[in-house]
Nanobody
Framework: QVQLVESGGGLVQAGGSLRLSCAASGRTLSSYTMGWFRQGPGKEREFVAA???????YYADSVKGRFTISGDNAKNTVYLQMNSLKPEDTANYYCAADRGRSTTDMQYGRPDYWGPGTQVTVSS
């Protein structure tokens, strides 16, 4: 079992930055593909970014060039650096982990493990 907990959400003005963290317990993350997803008000959950510990990463078109996913093996933590935030980035952001999916495949189906989410609100 992998337990994931997100942190770092909050309220930020458009154009600002936030860094989300996803800390894991129970298992080391080094054998899992990691992903970030989000669900905005009245919207379905959508894929944001995925990362594997070899350095491979993949992004949704809507965040490419603005968001960066990374990981710290020693801290068993994955990050999502979000820059140039827009009001449409407002959502609850979820961390996910899956063993066996590629970074591109994380956008399909439902990963095995999820955190409870952290709210990001971007004001205009």
């Amino acid at each position: 079992q992998v337990q994931l907990v997100e942190s770092g959400g909050g309220l930020v003005q458009a154009g600002g930055s936030l860094r989300l963290s996803c800390a894991a317990s129970g298992r080391t993350l080094s054998s899992y593909t990691m992903g970030w997803f989000r669900q905005g008000p009245g919207k379905e959950r959508e894929f944001v970014a995925a990362f594997y510990w070899s350095g491979s990463s993949y992004y949704a078109d809507s965040v490419k060039g603005r968001f960066t996913i990374s990981g710290d093996n020693a801290k068993n933590t994955v990050y999502l650096q979000m820059n140039s935030l827009k009001p449409e980035d407002t959502a609850n952001y979820y961390c996910a982990a899956d063993r066996g999916r590629s970074t591109t495949d994380m956008q399909y189906g439902r990963p095995d493990y999820w955190g409870p989410g952290t709210q990001v609100t971007v004001s205009s």
